[in-house]
């Protein structure tokens, strides 16, 4: 669940970001979010071989902890070949995360279960999500873009920290 805050708070504003920080085009936002997109999809099955060799918890635990880097360094951007890398990043963490956290998803059913156990995990994912596209924009209305990454970072860095300890 932090982790789908982190993502809903992040995900409606971030355009807004990118023109209000940087000046950017409409075709600037729509090439970050092609390398995010493409990134994230040549690398996800190399990061599903991952976790079935290494363990879902670490490689989820890896990705959040990228992505929690990454969130922050959105602070420390100056310029948009900046946001370039942040994106690529981003790509990789995507990838190192999402099909660990599925694979989670299904260890936690059974067989006879395992489409509801889902069916009920993204339902509850993209409600959380969208409950947080309107607490960003209370949250960068009221404070502002730097605390509003934090706040993704530690939820991102949070839900890591929880899959490690459900391992054990």
């Known amino acids: 669940m932090l982790y789908s805050i982190g993502v809903g708070l992040l995900g409606p504003v971030y355009p807004i ?17 092609a390398l995010f997109g493409f ?31 990454c969130s922050v360094s959105y602070i420390y951007a100056s310029d948009i070949k900046q946001l370039y890398v942040i ?27 395992r489409s509801t156990v889902l069916g009920m995990f993204e339902s509850i994912y993209t ?18 873009f730097e605390t509003l990454f934090f706040i993704c970072s530690g939820c991102q860095a949070t839900s890591g920290f929880i899959a490690l300890k459900y391992k054990r």
């Open 39 to 69: 990134i994230a999809a040549i690398f996800q099955v190399l990061a599903g071989k991952l976790a079935d060799n290494h363990g879902r918890e670490r490689v989820f635990f890896a990705g959040v902890m990228l992505g929690a880097i």
């Open 127 to 144: 409600m959380i999500e969208a409950i947080s596209a309107l607490l960003a924009t209370i949250i960068i209305s009221q404070i502002g």
């Open 17 to 33: 970001f990118v023109v209000n920080r940087f000046s950017a085009s409409i075709l600037d936002i729509g090439f970050l979010y």
């Open 87 to 113: 994106e690529l990043l981003f790509g990789v963490s995507y990838a190192l995360q999402r099909p660990s956290m599925l694979a989670m998803m299904v260890d936690l059913s059974d067989r006879r279960s």
